[in-house]
Protein backbone atom coordinates (compact mmCIF):
# COMPACT_ATOMS: atom_id res chain seq x y z
CA UNK A 1 0.00 0.00 0.00
CA UNK A 2 1.18 3.59 -0.70
CA UNK A 3 0.06 5.84 2.80
CA UNK A 4 0.86 9.38 2.16
CA UNK A 5 1.96 11.55 5.55
CA UNK A 6 0.57 14.70 6.03
CA UNK A 7 3.11 17.20 5.20
CA UNK A 8 5.57 18.44 7.69
CA UNK A 9 5.37 15.27 9.63
CA UNK A 10 7.33 15.12 12.97
CA UNK A 11 10.17 12.28 12.30
CA UNK A 12 8.92 11.19 15.47
CA UNK A 13 5.48 10.55 14.34
CA UNK A 14 6.32 9.24 11.06
CA UNK A 15 8.45 6.73 12.93
CA UNK A 16 5.12 5.48 15.42
CA UNK A 17 3.44 5.26 11.36
CA UNK A 18 5.79 2.93 10.56
CA UNK A 19 6.01 1.17 13.67
CA UNK A 20 2.41 0.05 13.54
CA UNK A 21 2.83 -0.64 10.08
CA UNK A 22 5.22 -2.83 10.46
CA UNK A 23 3.01 -4.53 13.59
CA UNK A 24 0.62 -5.12 10.82
CA UNK A 25 3.11 -7.37 9.16
CA UNK A 26 4.23 -4.85 6.37
CA UNK A 27 7.95 -3.64 5.78
CA UNK A 28 8.17 -0.24 5.15
CA UNK A 29 10.45 1.85 2.84
CA UNK A 30 10.24 6.11 3.33
CA UNK A 31 10.12 8.27 0.25
CA UNK A 32 10.82 12.46 0.32
CA UNK A 33 9.93 13.73 -2.99
CA UNK A 34 9.31 17.13 -4.49
CA UNK A 35 5.36 17.13 -4.17
CA UNK A 36 4.75 14.77 -1.13
CA UNK A 37 5.99 12.31 2.24
CA UNK A 38 5.29 8.65 1.46
CA UNK A 39 6.10 5.28 2.93
CA UNK A 40 5.64 2.21 0.53
CA UNK A 41 4.81 -0.90 2.57
CA UNK A 42 5.25 -3.77 1.41
CA UNK A 43 3.49 -7.53 2.60
CA UNK A 44 0.94 -10.33 1.58
CA UNK A 45 -1.27 -9.71 4.67
CA UNK A 46 -5.06 -8.46 3.91
CA UNK A 47 -5.51 -5.26 6.41
CA UNK A 48 -8.21 -2.75 6.93
CA UNK A 49 -7.02 0.28 5.74
CA UNK A 50 -9.07 2.52 7.78
CA UNK A 51 -6.93 1.32 10.54
CA UNK A 52 -3.31 2.68 9.15
CA UNK A 53 -5.36 5.78 7.99
CA UNK A 54 -6.63 7.21 11.83
CA UNK A 55 -2.36 7.00 12.58
CA UNK A 56 -1.86 10.71 13.75
CA UNK A 57 0.26 12.22 10.52
CA UNK A 58 -1.56 9.71 7.87
CA UNK A 59 -3.05 11.92 4.84
CA UNK A 60 -4.02 9.53 2.82
CA UNK A 61 -3.96 5.38 2.32
CA UNK A 62 -4.01 3.54 -0.91
CA UNK A 63 -4.10 -0.37 -1.42
CA UNK A 64 -1.54 -1.08 -4.56
CA UNK A 65 -1.70 -4.03 -6.35
CA UNK A 66 0.82 -3.61 -9.27
CA UNK A 67 4.55 -4.72 -8.62
CA UNK A 68 5.42 -1.14 -9.47
CA UNK A 69 3.31 1.13 -6.62
CA UNK A 70 4.73 4.60 -7.27
CA UNK A 71 4.55 5.04 -10.30
CA UNK A 72 0.73 3.20 -10.69
CA UNK A 73 -2.27 5.50 -11.28
CA UNK A 74 -4.55 3.02 -8.78
CA UNK A 75 -3.28 5.76 -5.68
CA UNK A 76 -2.64 9.15 -7.87
CA UNK A 77 -5.49 8.69 -10.55
CA UNK A 78 -4.48 12.76 -11.22
CA UNK A 79 -1.99 12.63 -14.07
CA UNK A 80 1.54 14.20 -12.89
CA UNK A 81 2.46 17.25 -15.01
CA UNK A 82 6.02 18.24 -15.29
CA UNK A 83 6.67 21.80 -15.23
CA UNK A 84 10.01 22.55 -16.92
CA UNK A 85 9.77 26.46 -16.28
CA UNK A 86 9.02 29.01 -18.88
CA UNK A 87 5.95 27.85 -19.95
CA UNK A 88 6.95 24.25 -20.73
CA UNK A 89 4.66 21.59 -18.83
CA UNK A 90 4.60 17.82 -20.15
CA UNK A 91 1.16 16.16 -19.30
CA UNK A 92 -2.48 15.31 -19.70
CA UNK A 93 -3.75 17.53 -22.26
CA UNK A 94 -0.31 19.05 -23.72
CA UNK A 95 1.57 18.21 -26.75
CA UNK A 96 5.18 19.44 -26.40
CA UNK A 97 7.88 19.25 -28.93
CA UNK A 98 11.00 18.30 -28.09
CA UNK A 99 13.24 18.35 -30.81
CA UNK A 100 16.81 18.95 -31.82
CA UNK A 101 19.72 16.89 -33.11
CA UNK A 102 20.77 13.39 -32.80
CA UNK A 103 24.55 14.66 -31.80
CA UNK A 104 25.35 18.47 -30.82
CA UNK A 105 28.12 18.77 -33.49
CA UNK A 106 28.88 22.74 -32.90
CA UNK A 107 28.45 26.02 -32.06
CA UNK A 108 27.35 27.34 -35.45
CA UNK A 109 24.94 23.83 -35.65
CA UNK A 110 23.25 24.73 -32.33
CA UNK A 111 23.05 28.61 -32.61
CA UNK A 112 21.25 27.89 -35.96
CA UNK A 113 19.18 24.87 -34.40
CA UNK A 114 17.89 26.88 -31.70
CA UNK A 115 17.01 30.13 -33.65
CA UNK A 116 15.39 27.80 -35.86
CA UNK A 117 13.02 26.00 -32.55
CA UNK A 118 12.44 29.65 -31.18
CA UNK A 119 11.15 30.77 -34.48
CA UNK A 120 8.90 27.94 -34.37
CA UNK A 121 7.55 28.22 -31.12
CA UNK A 122 9.47 24.65 -30.11
CA UNK A 123 10.71 25.76 -26.39
CA UNK A 124 12.82 22.38 -25.48
CA UNK A 125 15.77 21.07 -27.24
CA UNK A 126 17.26 17.62 -27.41
CA UNK A 127 20.86 17.43 -28.13
CA UNK A 128 23.31 14.05 -27.17
CA UNK A 129 27.27 15.32 -26.08
CA UNK A 130 27.46 11.77 -24.35
CA UNK A 131 26.80 9.06 -26.94
CA UNK A 132 26.29 5.47 -26.77
CA UNK A 133 27.37 4.14 -30.04
CA UNK A 134 27.45 0.62 -30.99
CA UNK A 135 30.68 1.02 -33.17
CA UNK A 136 33.54 2.57 -30.70
CA UNK A 137 34.23 4.27 -33.85
CA UNK A 138 31.54 5.96 -34.47
CA UNK A 139 30.92 9.99 -33.18
CA UNK A 140 30.55 10.03 -29.56
CA UNK A 141 29.81 13.54 -28.61
CA UNK A 142 31.75 16.12 -27.55
CA UNK A 143 31.42 15.66 -24.00
CA UNK A 144 31.14 18.11 -21.07
CA UNK A 145 32.55 20.97 -23.23
CA UNK A 146 29.86 20.28 -25.63
CA UNK A 147 27.27 20.46 -22.80
CA UNK A 148 28.18 24.00 -21.20
CA UNK A 149 28.21 25.41 -25.28
CA UNK A 150 24.46 24.27 -25.83
CA UNK A 151 23.05 24.88 -22.43
CA UNK A 152 24.70 28.61 -22.68
CA UNK A 153 22.82 28.48 -26.58
CA UNK A 154 19.50 27.36 -25.60
CA UNK A 155 19.26 29.26 -22.25
CA UNK A 156 19.76 32.49 -23.97
CA UNK A 157 17.02 31.96 -25.67
CA UNK A 158 15.16 30.05 -22.36
CA UNK A 159 14.89 26.85 -24.91
CA UNK A 160 15.54 23.37 -22.25
CA UNK A 161 18.20 21.29 -22.57
CA UNK A 162 17.68 17.83 -23.07
CA UNK A 163 20.13 15.36 -23.32
CA UNK A 164 21.42 11.81 -22.38
CA UNK A 165 23.11 10.65 -19.41
CA UNK A 166 25.00 7.64 -19.48
CA UNK A 167 26.83 7.00 -16.38
CA UNK A 168 26.09 7.83 -12.54
CA UNK A 169 29.46 9.13 -12.59
CA UNK A 170 28.85 12.03 -14.93
CA UNK A 171 25.74 13.46 -13.13
CA UNK A 172 27.16 15.97 -10.85
CA UNK A 173 29.05 17.37 -13.69
CA UNK A 174 26.16 17.43 -15.98
CA UNK A 175 23.31 19.19 -13.30
CA UNK A 176 23.86 23.06 -13.83
CA UNK A 177 23.58 22.43 -17.43
CA UNK A 178 20.68 20.44 -18.24
CA UNK A 179 17.03 20.72 -18.01
CA UNK A 180 15.69 17.47 -18.66
CA UNK A 181 17.95 13.62 -18.14
CA UNK A 182 17.46 11.41 -20.75
CA UNK A 183 17.89 7.65 -20.31
CA UNK A 184 18.70 6.29 -23.38
CA UNK A 185 17.11 2.47 -24.09
CA UNK A 186 20.63 0.90 -23.52
CA UNK A 187 20.38 2.33 -19.85
CA UNK A 188 16.63 1.29 -19.08
CA UNK A 189 17.22 -0.68 -16.73
CA UNK A 190 21.30 0.26 -15.16
CA UNK A 191 19.62 0.39 -11.23
CA UNK A 192 22.66 1.98 -10.31
CA UNK A 193 22.31 4.85 -12.62
CA UNK A 194 18.65 5.16 -12.13
CA UNK A 195 19.05 5.49 -8.12
CA UNK A 196 21.03 8.35 -8.76
CA UNK A 197 19.08 10.36 -11.02
CA UNK A 198 16.19 9.71 -8.18
CA UNK A 199 18.41 11.65 -6.10
CA UNK A 200 18.18 14.53 -8.07
CA UNK A 201 15.51 16.96 -8.75
CA UNK A 202 15.81 17.02 -12.43
CA UNK A 203 13.11 15.57 -14.40
CA UNK A 204 14.25 12.54 -15.89
CA UNK A 205 12.73 11.72 -19.51
CA UNK A 206 12.97 7.11 -19.28
CA UNK A 207 13.05 5.58 -22.56
CA UNK A 208 12.10 2.23 -23.28
CA UNK A 209 14.69 -0.78 -23.46
CA UNK A 210 15.42 -2.09 -26.68
CA UNK A 211 13.87 -5.27 -25.94
CA UNK A 212 11.98 -4.11 -22.86
CA UNK A 213 8.25 -5.07 -21.50
CA UNK A 214 6.03 -2.04 -20.37
CA UNK A 215 6.27 -3.77 -16.78
CA UNK A 216 10.01 -3.50 -17.26
CA UNK A 217 9.51 0.31 -18.28
CA UNK A 218 7.51 1.42 -14.77
CA UNK A 219 9.60 -0.68 -12.80
CA UNK A 220 12.43 1.29 -13.73
CA UNK A 221 10.66 4.71 -12.85
CA UNK A 222 9.57 3.12 -9.84
CA UNK A 223 13.55 3.28 -9.10
CA UNK A 224 13.77 6.80 -10.03
CA UNK A 225 10.79 7.69 -7.75
CA UNK A 226 11.67 5.34 -5.08
CA UNK A 227 15.01 7.67 -4.52
CA UNK A 228 12.62 10.30 -4.42
CA UNK A 229 12.23 11.95 -7.87
CA UNK A 230 8.79 11.91 -9.01
CA UNK A 231 9.38 13.81 -11.63
CA UNK A 232 9.57 11.37 -14.42
CA UNK A 233 8.90 11.55 -18.34
CA UNK A 234 8.03 8.26 -19.77
CA UNK A 235 8.78 7.23 -23.96
CA UNK A 236 7.83 5.40 -26.27
CA UNK A 237 10.90 4.74 -28.71
CA UNK A 238 10.26 1.27 -30.30
CA UNK A 239 11.44 -2.16 -29.59
CA UNK A 240 13.47 -4.23 -31.28
CA UNK A 241 11.45 -7.28 -33.47
CA UNK A 242 11.75 -9.26 -36.05
CA UNK A 243 10.80 -7.25 -38.75
CA UNK A 244 13.62 -5.45 -40.70
CA UNK A 245 12.02 -3.25 -43.04
CA UNK A 246 12.74 -0.43 -40.47
CA UNK A 247 15.10 0.01 -37.39
CA UNK A 248 12.62 -0.40 -35.16
CA UNK A 249 9.03 -1.01 -34.25
CA UNK A 250 6.91 1.93 -32.82
CA UNK A 251 4.65 0.16 -30.21
CA UNK A 252 1.99 2.47 -30.12
CA UNK A 253 -0.47 0.14 -28.19
CA UNK A 254 2.07 1.30 -25.36
CA UNK A 255 0.82 5.03 -25.54
CA UNK A 256 -2.85 4.19 -23.82
CA UNK A 257 -1.72 0.97 -22.00
CA UNK A 258 0.83 3.62 -19.97
CA UNK A 259 -1.44 5.99 -19.27
CA UNK A 260 -4.31 3.88 -18.35
CA UNK A 261 -1.76 1.99 -15.65
CA UNK A 262 0.66 5.09 -14.70
CA UNK A 263 0.35 8.95 -13.91
CA UNK A 264 3.20 9.85 -15.58
CA UNK A 265 3.58 11.67 -18.86
CA UNK A 266 4.52 9.76 -21.95
CA UNK A 267 5.97 10.70 -24.71
CA UNK A 268 6.94 8.84 -28.11
CA UNK A 269 10.05 9.24 -29.85
CA UNK A 270 9.06 8.12 -33.73
CA UNK A 271 12.51 8.87 -35.14
CA UNK A 272 13.79 5.73 -33.22
CA UNK A 273 10.92 4.60 -33.38
CA UNK A 274 10.84 3.69 -36.84
CA UNK A 275 14.51 4.79 -38.08
CA UNK A 276 13.18 6.23 -41.97
CA UNK A 277 12.74 9.96 -42.06
CA UNK A 278 9.93 10.04 -44.90
CA UNK A 279 8.15 7.78 -42.35
CA UNK A 280 8.77 9.93 -39.28
CA UNK A 281 5.92 12.58 -40.01
CA UNK A 282 3.23 10.03 -39.88
CA UNK A 283 4.01 8.38 -36.85
CA UNK A 284 4.81 11.48 -34.87
CA UNK A 285 0.95 12.39 -35.93
CA UNK A 286 -0.34 8.65 -35.18
CA UNK A 287 1.34 9.16 -31.46
CA UNK A 288 0.24 12.07 -31.00
CA UNK A 289 -3.43 10.47 -31.82
CA UNK A 290 -2.86 7.78 -29.66
CA UNK A 291 -2.36 10.15 -26.62
CA UNK A 292 0.70 10.92 -26.29
CA UNK A 293 1.39 13.79 -24.22
CA UNK A 294 4.98 15.15 -26.19
CA UNK A 295 6.92 13.81 -28.68
CA UNK A 296 10.84 13.78 -29.59
CA UNK A 297 11.79 14.59 -32.89
CA UNK A 298 15.53 14.38 -34.51
CA UNK A 299 16.19 17.71 -36.70
CA UNK A 300 19.38 18.73 -38.57
CA UNK A 301 19.61 21.55 -40.61
CA UNK A 302 21.65 19.12 -43.44
CA UNK A 303 20.43 15.66 -42.31
CA UNK A 304 22.78 13.92 -44.99
CA UNK A 305 26.23 16.04 -43.14
CA UNK A 306 24.58 14.73 -40.30
CA UNK A 307 27.35 12.79 -37.64
CA UNK A 308 24.99 10.53 -36.69
CA UNK A 309 21.05 8.98 -37.05
CA UNK A 310 21.07 11.29 -40.60
CA UNK A 311 18.43 8.63 -42.07
CA UNK A 312 16.09 9.17 -39.55
CA UNK A 313 16.78 13.05 -39.07
CA UNK A 314 14.13 15.18 -40.20
CA UNK A 315 15.34 19.04 -42.05
CA UNK A 316 14.50 22.24 -40.73
CA UNK A 317 11.77 22.32 -43.98
CA UNK A 318 10.12 19.02 -42.88
CA UNK A 319 10.54 19.90 -39.56
CA UNK A 320 8.86 23.14 -40.04
CA UNK A 321 5.83 21.81 -41.61
CA UNK A 322 5.25 18.84 -39.51
CA UNK A 323 5.19 21.27 -36.10
CA UNK A 324 2.05 22.66 -38.04
CA UNK A 325 0.29 19.81 -38.94
CA UNK A 326 0.88 18.60 -34.93
CA UNK A 327 -0.44 22.23 -34.03
CA UNK A 328 -3.56 21.45 -35.91
CA UNK A 329 -4.05 18.26 -35.22
CA UNK A 330 -3.85 18.94 -30.80
CA UNK A 331 -6.30 21.33 -31.60
CA UNK A 332 -8.74 18.48 -33.38
CA UNK A 333 -7.72 16.14 -30.40
CA UNK A 334 -8.33 18.20 -27.56
CA UNK A 335 -11.79 19.22 -29.36
CA UNK A 336 -12.83 15.70 -28.92
CA UNK A 337 -11.59 14.99 -25.79
CA UNK A 338 -13.87 17.55 -24.60
CA UNK A 339 -16.65 16.88 -26.65
Same mark, same amino acid.
Given at each position: MIITLQPGIPAQQREQVQGFVSQLGFSTT? =? $??QSGEYLVAIGSREVDLRQVHQCPGVKDVHRVTDVYKLVSRTWKVKPTQVDLGDGVCIGEGSHTVIAGPCSIEG????????????? %?? =??????????? #? $? $??YSFRGLGIEGLKMFASIAHAQKV??????LDASQI &??????? &??FQVGARNSQNFSLLDELGKTRKPVLLKRGLSGTLEELLQSAEYIFSKGNDRIILCERGIRTYEKAYR /?? !? &?? /????????? $?? !?PVVVDPSHGVGIRRYVPNM????????? &??????VHESPEQALSDGAQTLS????EA?? #????????? #?? %?? #??A
Open positions: A =V $STEEQVAKTVDFLVA %QG =VKAMRGGTFKP #R $S $SPKVVTEV &DAMLPHV &DV /NT !L &DL /NAVPYLKEK $SH !LAMAGLMAGA &DGCLLEFAEALF #RQLERLHEA #RE %QL #RL
